[in-house]
T-cell receptor, first 112, second 112 residues
């Protein structure tokens, strides 16, 4: 069975700091990879996705993620965070059968 | 307005009662999903359906049931057999299995 592991449950950082959230998955076949964000009081929304091609993908709001197949990783990055990036971030994996697996989430708090 | 609606936003039930959560989408998506979100555990898949009149169990299907009689609707019943039903329930849909999911606003169920 596939699984998704997010390295940190809580991250606190100051505005303008760089952010990197780790995500590792275990699955032997072809996968699609996603990062979702849940801002306080809002729906889950897609930040970015990787299906194939360039392993460095860019998403909304200045986020990017790098797929490293040999490490089964899909880490999320942002060079300079803002207070509005305070949210919970979820990594997700789906196989060709369409069954999604989400990580436990990382709560990010950006202080002014 | 295209999207996913879940109703109600808050739901209270007495222990031992079955309760049905509504999920409707007008995105013409084939696949629909139900998740349960608990603090520190991320999203856990309850059931998913890739096509009308067909659905599969997710990771935590025990105590839940679903139906998919129409493409746009995927109601979830939380039965009295579910040992810990108090949670936040999220419905999602996608064009087909494996593509990005769109999420509804969620229903917070409290069993008293």
């Amino acid at each position: 069975a596939q699984s998704v592991s997010q390295h940190n449950h809580h991250v606190i950082l100051s505005e303008a700091a760089s952010l990197e959230l780790g995500c590792n998955y275990s699955y032997g076949g072809t996968v699609n990879l996603f990062w979702y964000v849940q801002y306080p009081g809002q729906h889950l929304q897609l930040l970015l996705k990787y299906f194939s091609g360039d392993p460095l993908v860019k998403g909304i709001k200045g986020f990017e993620a790098e797929f490293i197949k040999s490490k089964f990783s899909f880490n999320l990055r942002k060079p300079s965070v803002q207070w509005s990036d305070t949210a919970e971030y979820f990594c997700a994996v789906t196989d060709s059968w369409g069954k999604f697996q989400f990580g436990a989430g990382t709560q990010v708090v950006v202080t002014p | 307005d295209g999207g996913i609606t879940q109703s109600p936003k808050y739901l209270f039930r007495k222990e031992g009662q079955n309760v049905t959560l509504s999920c409707e989408q007008n995105l013409n998506h084939d696949a629909m999903y139900w998740y349960r979100q608990d603090p520190g555990q991320g999203l856990r898949l309850i059931y998913y359906s890739q096509i009308v009149n067909d659905f599969q169990k997710g990771d935590i299907a025990e105590g839940y049931s679903v139906s998919r009689e129409k493409k746009e609707s995927f109601p979830l019943t939380v039965t009295s057999a579910q040992k810990n039903p108090t949670a936040f329930y999220l419905c999602a849909s996608s064009m087909n299995g494996g593509t990005e999911q769109f999420f509804g606003p969620g229903t917070r169920l409290t069993v008293l």
